[in-house]
């Protein structure tokens, strides 16, 4: 598995309901076998009921770096975790944005 995490994670609001999230692979050297997919968290905590939950947990393939979050609802605030994975697993999360 990766022994590093993805990093340089930003997010980019683009309008009220829709924030733009990239992320860099972690080094060539931390791969630890050819980098296949993304594993993303997304959770969404409701500040007015103080509710937290896993809101996305998705698979994408290793050619892309970024997802688009649309339709977010005002009063949740939201974090993304991403995880390298490899043919030998998954690597650990980021630091979640």
Do not use: D, Q
Not at 1 to 15: D, I, Q, Y
Not at 76 to 89: D, F, K, L, Q, R
């Amino acid at each position: 598995m990766p022994s590093e995490a993805p990093s340089n994670m930003e997010a980019k609001l683009l309008n009220t309901s829709t924030v733009y999230v990239k992320w860099k692979a972690p080094p060539a050297k931390y791969h630890n076998g050819i980098l296949k997919s993304y594993n993303v968290i997304v959770r969404g905590v409701n500040i007015y009921e103080n509710i937290s939950k896993v809101l996305t947990n998705i698979t994408i393939e290793s050619t892309s770096s970024s997802i688009m979050l649309a339709n977010l609802t005002e009063g949740v605030t939201y974090t993304v975790s991403v995880a390298a994975m490899t043919n030998a697993g998954l690597g650990p999360y980021g630091i979640p944005i």
